[in-house]
């Protein structure tokens, strides 16, 4: 369901089985299927069809637009690695790959990731169950955020009127950190700097 300004509802799709969702500035959805172990994508007409299902994801589990909506970051609840996928002109997923190496936790060995977000310069900020883990766009994990209550984080975003607040939910609760970066929002994509070596 989508709901407009006045809370009028409208039906974006049906019999869709969805973990997370990604919208594009297109009025596009991608979303992951973690039955299936696919990418599903509802296009600006509604017609719905799988975008990806390789097979290679084990249980995906949260999706992220780049800045300038050219990639999307697939995330991987059981693996070590989640992947980063170019869209086609047709919304296609091409060429994806196990591109961020996260960090496990040290007594099990699934990631745990949940979701992810990306700001203004193509870092990722991934939702996993030691924390934010940020990596840089060449992949490397730079950062590991603490979790604001012990406990796997469930989600994050970017907000605020300059999108330099970082959201992040855990336990129920929802905890906020202001931030030196900004987010961007899936209605005005960015371009992208060129990522660093």
């Not at 991934?126 to 469930?154: D, K, T, Y």
Request: hydrophobic letters at 45%; glycine letters at 12%; aromatic letters at 10%.
């Amino acid at each position: 369901m989508s709901y407009g300004p006045g809370g009028d509802e409208k039906v974006v799709a049906q019999n869709v089985e969805a973990t997370a969702l990604a919208i594009s500035g297109k009025g596009a959805i991608y979303f992951t299927d973690a039955p299936h172990k696919t990418v599903g994508y509802v296009d600006g007409n509604g017609q719905i069809r799988v975008a990806y299902g390789g097979g290679e994801l084990a249980v995906p589990s949260g999706l992220a637009l780049s800045p300038d909506q050219a990639m999307l970051v697939v995330t991987d609840a059981q693996a070590r690695f989640s992947w980063s996928f170019q869209i086609a002109d047709d919304g296609s997923l091409l060429h994806g790959e196990p591109f961020y190496r996260l960090e496990l936790p040290e007594a099990g060995w699934m990631s745990g990731v949940q979701g992810a977000t990306l700001d203004s310069i193509g870092q990722v900020y991934f939702a996993s169950a030691i924390g934010v883990q940020m990596c840089e766009a060449n992949g490397r994990v730079a950062a590991i955020l603490n979790s604001p209550e012990p406990g796997p984080i469930a989600a994050l975003a970017f907000a605020g009127k300059d999108m330099n607040w970082l959201y992040v939910a855990e336990g129920g609760k929802l905890f906020r950190r202001a931030v030196k970066v900004n987010g961007v929002a899936a209605w005005a994509p960015a371009k992208l700097p060129r990522p660093p070596l």
